[in-house]
């Protein structure tokens, strides 16, 4: 028997969940466009087309035979033409902006304010023509290459050696191409820091200079747009290179970086790569952009041809954005984006700023929101961004955003954030519903931006999301530390799918993440798999920094790294009906001792292999637990913080609880359905449905 669950045990390890809750664990291809679903009767529309005349009324699907009238050209346009409508008292009704398909370069952002709000019944909607996809662009397609002796393509754009543009991202016939890197593959590692003690001194010691291995770091990189890309604790940090000492193998940048150059809290060097250096051009498919002279220089892939193959670099910020005050009562409503695909944004540094804000925070969105109210972005597709994908901010209130897809971006998916306590509701960003959105392959250059972070922002609804392949944590929601008062309340995170986050290369994240207070928020039938941090810190769910008043409940978590439940520090949690499996440092964590109930833990199944059952600190008795089944399933004895059952239920704790197998209907196939005689429902455990996780039919 031991042998046989030994070799069940074995075979789960590399297994995933069953294949009906899968849906795409690799990056999926991109989806045909499709018609989007009926909106009822439209009182008017008005057509844009890539063969369109701005000059033209819009009114027409095509120009006509004279070329006298058509589509319009911009989307631009189509807004202003709506605007004169609404002046002139011919729009009435329901609005609808129909963009054929094809690319639009914008030049600016595409700008919705106030005075294109629509009413109730009566929507202003940009979407794309059925079974057409019309993309929007906030980029620049580069042309007059010329070939050097090497065979690499060259060619100056004035505006970036003036100062006015610059770009992380270049794309070559639709495919995202990577700058240089050294090294080619792996990374560099730290090895001191002058002026600061990695033992003593504390993780948040700022530095700007480092010491690194003989030949890593070259001195004629100095002053030639040469970056460092430092990965430390739970960031990225962006540092240019200014001065470099071949002597003294030290680096000096020119601004400084929030943490200390540790690999998270050890005394080991953080690991870092470098980009952009001008001698490491040598893999076909490699490009580098030299800012002090405005060049661009890619190296082709075979059968490339620079008079044939578009290259296309991201130059606006933002594609398309709502531009609300709520300070002043004014905002964009009744407003729609729909089946639109948004692509090409850029976002530089600021002066000073190393970009190693918690969870890419100063990153925007290529969709950027601020006073937006009773709204909907949904059936888009906001791809190939160098920012994250859509950003709800200030004053945004019952917006929807719904079966979006958002991949391969520079930092993460969707954000909310508003304005904090003590701030007039006009100001607050809450009640929106983020739901059925496909997000995936983030994190391409701010590695920390996360799935759909909820920052300043209660009431929301976060719902059958399906979020896989980032850095860093899938959601996160709060952004208060300890237990200052907070508006990130009653939020519902429910049925998502949440997998392949991490990917082993940041730290201290999970598949969702809490942050401050957050009475009323329920955390419950998500399905969360295959957590992996760099160092500490890959769990399930974590409850961090004074999370309190939180519901966990009815998910299953499976193969994390360090747990699949963890709380550094909180009050009155509730973590109950839950199935936690398959973690490998440790099955549940907890951090901090303080005089107040951290959590109770009830009606739980836990199911592991490797590692305790409990880690971290449990010295004191400010947690409860009880109506829980265990299972070592490598047959190895099970304890409780060092305590037998026995002792651990003479201190109070798991008095109804037993050490038995579930017994689950298929283990080894990831089924973690109860077999009818289970004792964890003889224990009040309640089954859970999970068949509608993740995105739902449209």
């Not at 794309?128 to 996809?133: A, H």
């Not at 944590?473 to 995170?493: D, H, L």
């Not at 082993?504 to 809490?514: A, E, F, Q, R, V």
Request: with cysteine.
């Amino acid at each position: 028997m031991r042998a046989l669950i030994l070799a069940v045990a074995a075979s789960v390890a590399g297994l995933v969940l069953a294949a009906a809750m899968t849906h795409a664990a690799a990056p999926a291809p991109a989806p045909k466009p499709a018609a989007p679903p009926p909106r009822g009767p439209t009182t008017l529309v008005i057509f844009v087309s890539p063969q369109g005349n701005d000059a033209w009324s819009g009114t027409l699907l095509e120009p006509n035979a004279a070329r006298t009238d058509g589509p319009l050209a911009t989307p631009a346009a189509a807004r202003d033409a709506v605007r004169k409508l609404r002046t002139d008292g011919v729009l009435k009704g329901r609005m609808t902006v129909q963009l054929r398909g094809g690319t639009y370069y914008l030049s600016e952002p595409l700008v919705f304010t106030p005075e294109d709000s629509a009413v109730e019944g009566g929507p202003l909607t940009f979407e794309s023509f059925p079974r057409e996809r019309a993309v929007l662009s906030g980029g620049r397609r580069i042309t007059g290459f010329v070939k050097d002796a090497r065979g690499r393509w060259t060619v100056a754009i004035p505006e970036v050696k003036e100062g006015k543009w610059s770009f992380r991202q270049l794309f070559v016939g639709g495919e995202l191409r990577p700058q240089t890197r050294l090294p080619k593959e792996g990374f560099f590692n730290v090895v001191s820091q002058p002026g600061v003690d990695w033992k003593k001194d504390k993780y948040n010691t700022p530095g700007d200079k480092f010491e690194f291995a003989p030949g890593d770091i070259k001195a004629a990189w100095a002053g030639k747009d040469v970056e460092i890309v430092l990965l430390h604790f739970w960031v990225d940090t962006h540092l240019p290179i200014a001065s470099v000492d071949d002597e003294k193998h030290v680096v000096t940048f020119d601004r400084k970086a929030r943490r200390k150059f540790t690999d998270d809290y050890t005394q080991g060097g953080a690991r870092y790569y470098v980009v952009n250096a001008p001698d490491a051009l040598d893999t076909p498919g490699q490009w580098r952009l030299d800012r002090s002279s405005g060049v661009l220089t890619y190296l082709p892939k075979p059968g490339e041809d620079p008079a044939k193959t578009e290259v296309i670099a991201p130059r606006l910020a933002q594609v398309i954005r709502f531009e609300g005050d709520p300070a002043a009562g004014k905002f964009v409503e009744y407003v729609g984006l729909r089946g639109l695909t948004i692509s090409h944004t850029a976002w530089e540094l600021p002066p000073g700023s190393a970009g190693d804000g918690q969870a890419a925070q100063e990153v925007p969105g290529a969709v950027l929101a601020t006073g937006l109210r009773r709204s909907s972005i949904d059936y888009c597709r906001v791809v190939n961004v160098g920012t994250y994908g859509i950003d709800l901010t200030e004053g945004c209130q019952e917006v929807r955003v719904a079966y979006n897809e958002i991949a391969h971006t520079g930092a993460g998916g969707i954000r909310l954030n508003g304005s904090g306590p003590g701030s007039p509701e006009a100001r607050r960003t809450s009640r929106n519903a983020i739901t059925d959105n496909h997000i995936h392959d983030g994190g391409e250059i701010w590695h920390s931006g996360l799935g759909i972070l909820v920052r300043h922002s209660g009431e929301n609804l976060v719902a059958h999301n399906h979020i896989h392949h980032l850095y860093y944590t899938g959601i996160s929601v709060g952004w208060t530390w300890g237990y200052a008062e907070t508006v990130s309340k009653a939020n519902i995170i429910e049925y998502n799918y949440i997998h392949d986050i991490g990917r082993g290369l940041l730290s201290d994240m999970g598949g969702i993440y809490t942050l401050g207070q957050s009475q009323g928020t329920i955390i419950r039938n998500n399905l969360i798999h295959d957590i992996l941090s760099h160092g500490y810190g890959g769990w399930g769910i974590y409850t961090d920094e004074g999370s309190t008043g939180i519901l966990i409940e009815n998910n299953v978590v499976s193969r994390t790294k360090t747990g699949g439940f963890h709380q550094h520090y909180g009050k009155e949690n509730i973590v109950r009906n839950n199935i936690f499996a398959f973690a490998k440092v440790g099955q549940i964590q907890r951090t901090r001792m303080e005089p107040h109930l951290s959590f109770t833990f009830d009606h739980n199944i836990v199911y592991w292999t490797e590692g305790p059952l409990l880690h971290g600190n449990w010295k004191d008795d400010k947690y409860k637990f009880d109506y829980n089944v265990y299972w070592n399933a490598a047959g190895k004895p099970v304890d409780f913080a060092g305590k037998s059952l026995a002792d651990w239920q003479k201190a109070g704790q798991d008095g109804h609880s037993v050490i038995a197998d579930p017994l689950f209907v298929d283990i080894a196939k990831g089924d973690f359905t109860l077999q009818p005689d289970s004792p964890a429902l003889k224990a009040g455990f309640k089954p859970i449905d999970l068949t509608g996780v993740g995105v739902r039919m449209k």
